[in-house]
């Protein structure tokens, strides 16, 4: 959710938006190096035009940056035990979320998931056997 966004640049958003409260986001994503969605969305998510809050937002990003986020793939079950069989096998993180994809499994992880917990050692397998 945090974005690729500074603190620097939420202050100057801030008071572009005091100076220029109509100033569209085009102009605003070519002055800050963002696109004009991101704009939007982050001052539709800390106050509006008018309320736009730098400090709440920063401080808000920086929380959500922090915590520990659990994946699907560290918590023991049936979609763990799966993933570790079939890498086992030799099969491919891509080949794994494509057969997950086409059994229309509820409980299932993306690619870049099963390729994190491979190399950060969650599932227990070296990504080179």
Known sequence: ?????????????????NEEPN?????LGKHLS??????QREVGRF???????PA?????????KS?????KLSIAGELLERVIKELKLHRSPVAIWADLVSEGAAN??????I?????????GINATE
């Open 108 to 113: 299932r992880v993306c690619v870049e998931t």
């Open 56 to 64: 709440l937002a920063q401080k808000t990003a920086e929380k959500a």
């Open 47 to 53: 106050g509006g035009r008018n309320g736009y809050r």
């Open 23 to 27: 100033v569209n986001w085009t102009t």
């Open 1 to 17: 959710m945090a974005g690729k966004w500074s603190e620097s640049q939420r202050q100057e958003l801030f008071e572009w938006l």
């Open 34 to 39: 963002l696109h004009r969605s991101s704009i």
């Open 115 to 123: 390729y994190k917990a491979v190399y950060g050692g969650i599932l």
């Open 67 to 71: 915590r520990p986020k659990v994946t």
